[in-house]
């Protein structure tokens, strides 16, 4: 079976997050659309606020680049994958949740 790759020769540079153990929403298990939290990046160092907690984390280099795919299934059903994105670098958040007060 052969599946036609679209590939957008402006496809965007995306990074992946990477976490220790796991994120789980409160209200709803669907995680389309939904805000996690803000990312911040400055002075060389990333920071995520899920809430009231913070994640440290640093950018790695990934050994081989990541293609994120886009799934799309035609009327026909023929099924396609487009490249939305290319990934070379991760986020890696190692160390547990930091609470914070407002």
Do not use: C
Not at 6 to 24: C, I, M, P, R, T
């Amino acid at each position: 079976m052969l599946l036609p790759v679209v590939v957008d020769k402006a496809a965007n540079e995306w990074s992946l997050l990477e976490f220790q153990g796991d994120l789980l929403p409160a209200e709803t298990p669907d995680l389309r659309g939904l805000d996690v939290g803000t990312l911040r990046h400055g002075e060389g160092q990333i920071t995520l606020r899920i809430g009231n907690h913070v994640l440290a984390g640093k950018v790695t280099k990934l050994p081989k680049a990541f293609a994120i795919l886009q799934k799309e299934t035609e009327m026909d059903r023929q099924t396609k994958y487009e490249v939305v994105g290319i990934a070379h670098t991760r986020v890696l958040f190692t160390s547990r949740p930091k609470p914070v007060l407002n």
